[in-house]
């Protein structure tokens, strides 16, 4: 049993890296990915949805998870609009800028 929780554990681990290291390569431009962030999101929120199936049909577990998907299921949408308006006021000002 313990093998199969620490195999699992360390895939989760290795997605999650990964996932950081593609939101520390999108980040410092982040008006023009929103392609990648919201690819990157919808995985997460993926993550809360599996979360919920799971709480709805065995119950929660032991431990306090619940935050964790409470922030998967809530978090991702937030992050995507604030990128997404960050993205359309990029891209308003340098038409404003390629007016003057």
């Given at each position: 049993?313990?093998?199969?929780?620490?195999?699992?554990?360390?895939?989760?681990?290795?997605?999650?890296?990964?996932?950081?290291?593609?939101?520390?390569?999108?980040?410092?431009?982040?008006?023009?990915?929103?392609?990648?962030?919201?690819?990157?999101?919808?995985?997460?929120f993926?993550?809360?949805?599996?979360?919920?199936?799971?709480?709805?049909?065995f119950?929660?577990?032991?431990?306090?998870?619940?935050?964790?998907?409470f922030?998967?299921?809530?978090?991702?949408?937030?992050?995507?609009?604030?990128?997404?308006?960050?993205?359309?006021?990029?891209?308003?000002?340098?038409?404003?800028?390629?007016?003057?």
């Open positions: 049993m313990w093998a199969t929780i620490d195999y699992m554990f360390r895939a989760f681990a290795g997605i999650w890296f990964a996932m950081g290291l593609m939101l520390a390569w999108i980040i410092p431009s982040i008006e023009r990915h929103s392609a990648w962030l919201g690819f990157i999101f919808l995985a997460v993926a993550m809360g949805v599996g979360r919920l199936i799971s709480l709805t049909a119950g929660p577990i032991p431990t306090n998870s619940i935050g964790a998907m922030a998967e299921l809530v978090l991702p949408p937030v992050y995507v609009f604030w990128q997404r308006k960050v993205a359309s006021q990029s891209r308003a000002g340098s038409s404003a800028a390629e007016g003057s």
